[in-house]
């Protein structure tokens, strides 16, 4: 299905599309561990469960392996209120107001409230990891980790990652919306309601001059949410 993606962890096999006619591999690959990742992309697609499969066929058989994928999409609604970034040099935290219980809740990522600022690359310049899963593949692919992104704001200081180049602001955004989603999730444990967060108060150092300040205005923009200026 067209909102399937298959990321690779190996060189030794084949990916085909789906109306790719199978082919045997020119060698056999007996006794190694062929790994790869599913990755679901739901822009874009109606409401409603989603179902789908990915085909497995190995060296010296003629029976396929299949995987089911199923996906369920939701509408959100918009958010009215604003949720608190500190998007930091090294860590962020995010805080919203929780209307049930009428308090500040903060917004933890694998048991913590403090994110990691890394976002780690994986397979190619769609897939990628944040926070302490990007951080743990730090000492594995440090070539393809990107942390201090705060630090290069407002410069024209590109990099690149799988043949595309990246700008300071790209990578940030991913980043910040990545911090934006994780709200999101908590908000919908909370309430029970999906809703798209497109309002942020979001911190800049003091020492921040213009085009710093602008480059995370454009960050933000990028990642999906609105900006004001007074």
């Known amino acids: 299905q067209?909102?399937?993606?298959?990321?690779?962890?190996?060189?030794?096999?084949?990916?085909?599309?789906?109306?790719?006619?199978?082919?045997?591999?020119?060698?056999?690959?007996?006794?190694?561990?062929?790994?790869?990742?599913?990755?679901?992309?739901?822009?874009?697609?109606?409401?409603?469960?989603?179902?789908?499969?990915?085909?497995?066929?190995?060296?010296?058989?003629?029976?396929?392996?299949?995987?089911?994928?199923?996906?369920?999409?939701?509408?959100?609604?918009?958010?009215?209120?604003?949720?608190?970034?500190?998007?930091?040099?090294?860590?962020?935290?995010?805080?919203?107001?929780?209307?049930?219980?009428?308090?500040?809740?903060?917004?933890?990522?694998?048991?913590?409230?403090?994110?990691?600022?890394?976002?780690?690359?994986?397979?190619?310049?769609?897939?990628?990891?944040?926070?302490?899963?990007?951080?743990n593949e730090m000492m594995v692919s440090p070539e393809l980790i990107v942390r201090s992104i705060k630090r290069i704001m407002g410069y024209d200081h590109e990099r690149e990652f799988y043949g595309r180049k990246f700008s300071p602001e790209e990578l940030a955004s991913l980043i910040i919306r990545r911090l934006a989603e994780l709200a999101e999730a908590k908000i919908f444990e909370t309430s029970g309601v999906y809703y798209n967060i497109r309002k942020a108060i979001i911190t800049v150092p003091a020492n921040f001059f213009d085009l710093q300040i602008r480059g995370v205005l454009k960050a933000c923009a990028m990642a999906g949410l609105d900006t004001e200026e007074e």
């Open 2 to 135: 067209p909102w399937i993606e298959i990321v690779r962890r190996a060189e030794a096999f084949t990916l085909l599309s789906q109306d790719s006619q199978r082919k045997a591999p020119p060698s056999p690959t007996a006794g190694m561990r062929l790994a790869f990742e599913v990755i679901c992309h739901p822009q874009g697609l109606p409401a409603g469960w989603k179902q789908g499969q990915v085909s497995v066929w190995l060296v010296g058989q003629e029976q396929k392996r299949t995987l089911e994928v199923k996906l369920n999409v939701l509408q959100p609604r918009d958010f009215s209120d604003y949720i608190g970034i500190d998007f930091g040099t090294t860590n962020s935290v995010i805080a919203f107001f929780n209307e049930n219980s009428q308090t500040v809740e903060l917004v933890e990522d694998k048991g913590s409230a403090l994110i990691p600022s890394v976002l780690a690359f994986a397979g190619g310049p769609r897939t990628y990891k944040i926070g302490r899963d990007a951080q």
